[in-house]
Nanobody, 120 residues
Framework: QVQLVESGGGLVQAGGSLRLSCAAS????????MGWYRQAPGKQREVVAA???????NYADSVKGRFTISRDNAKNTEYLQMNSLKPEDTAAYYC??????????????WGQGTQVTVSS
């Protein structure tokens, strides 16, 4: 089994910064794509950023130029650096990892979620 543990959420003023971390542990052979999602009340969960095992990244248009996703493969950890935060960034943020348990078993795992609140 695989567990993803998030940290780094909190309350911040508009224009401020936060750095989210997501550490995967358990039975892991390798990790394919990793990503960050967010969900605000009454809205659908949306992809914020994603990163492949080779380091290729994609971002939602709303966060381009402000957020940076990265990963440390040796630590099975992904990060989301969030700068120039806006009130509309307020949401529960969830990390995600597509994990190869072994050559036969693959699964998608989610973190527990961490709240990011940006005040105006």
């Amino acid at each position: 089994q695989v567990q993803l543990v998030e940290s780094g959420g909190g309350l911040v003023q508009a224009g401020g910064s936060l750095r989210l971390s997501c550490a995967a542990s358990g039975s892991i052979f390798s990790i394919n794509d990793m990503g960050w999602y967010r969900q605000a009340p009454g809205k659908q969960r949306e992809v914020v950023a994603a990163i492949t095992s080779g380091g290729s990244t994609n971002y939602a248009d709303s966060v381009k130029g402000r957020f940076t996703i990265s990963r440390d493969n040796a630590k099975n950890t992904e990060y989301l650096q969030m700068n120039s935060l806006k009130p509309e960034d307020t949401a529960a943020y969830y990390c995600n990892a597509d994990v190869n348990i072994n050559s036969r078993v693959r699964g998608v795992y989610w973190g527990q979620g961490t709240q990011v609140t940006v005040s105006s």
